[in-house]
């Protein structure tokens, strides 16, 4: 969720985001550290309200430094991120193999592929492994789409594909990651596949 572009979508979150802009430093530390132990021990969608909410305050907070002024004392569960000193709080994406799993509070590698533990990097990385051919129909090549005979079928059973993984990951890969996270994000959509939040449906655990 970067708000850089001109895009129309990312200038709405720029909107979004003033509310927490308003916060003085002390009450967005506060919201920031109750926040993550509202979401502490699940594993969340990405498309959550919730979750949404506190990127954006975490984005906020991260552009002020707030974790750095040691303003309030987040959950006693989350360690300190090598990378910004936030909260430790991973994201899971398709692209887990080469970016790792993502920090919330700065986009950047909050663990690498190969420091995620042991018991669950296979898991990972089987799922992402199937993930890249299903996610790469989209971005075919002429020749490519024209070789696969009818491009409209093939691009559709990516994405019913898509789904399924998605709701894999959701309904599998997050749970076991909380063994080892104090609360996990999963990635829920897909847009080059025009996978929705709400076409994702599996039953929680």
């Keep these: 969720m970067a708000f850089d572009s001109n895009d129309p979508l990312d200038q709405l979150w720029r909107e979004y985001s003033l509310a927490f802009r308003e ?30 909410a506190y990127r954006l305050a975490s984005q906020v907070g991260h552009d ?12 006693a569960a989350y360690a300190e991120s090598a ?18 799993l993502i ?6 590698t909050l663990v690498a592929f190969e420091d995620i533990a042991t ?3 296979p898991d990972v990385e089987n799922w992402a492994a199937q993930y890249d051919p299903v996610h790469a129909v989209a971005h075919w090549d002429d020749r490519q789409r024209k070789s ?3 491009y409209d079928r093939a691009y559709e059973n990516a994405a019913q594909e898509a789904e399924r993984l998605l709701a ?12 080892f996270y104090p609360a996990i994000i999963w990635e829920d959509h897909d847009e080059c596949l ?12």
């Design 23 to 52: 916060f003085d430093d002390i009450t967005l530390a506060r919201w920031l550290a109750q926040t993550l132990g509202q979401i502490q021990g699940k594993a969340w969608r990405q498309s959550h309200p919730l979750v949404g």
């Design 64 to 75: 002020k430094q707030i974790w750095h002024k040691r303003l309030a004392t987040p959950p």
């Design 83 to 100: 990378c910004c000193r936030a909260p430790l709080l991973p994201l899971l994406t398709r692209d887990v193999r080469g970016d790792g």
């Design 103 to 108: 920090c919330q509070h700065c986009n950047e």
């Design 119 to 121: 018991e669950i990097r």
């Design 148 to 150: 696969a005979g009818n």
């Design 168 to 179: 894999r990951a959701g309904g599998e890969l997050a749970p076991k990651l909380l063994n």
């Design 194 to 205: 025009e996978v929705r939040p709400e076409d994702i449906q599996f039953e929680a655990k």
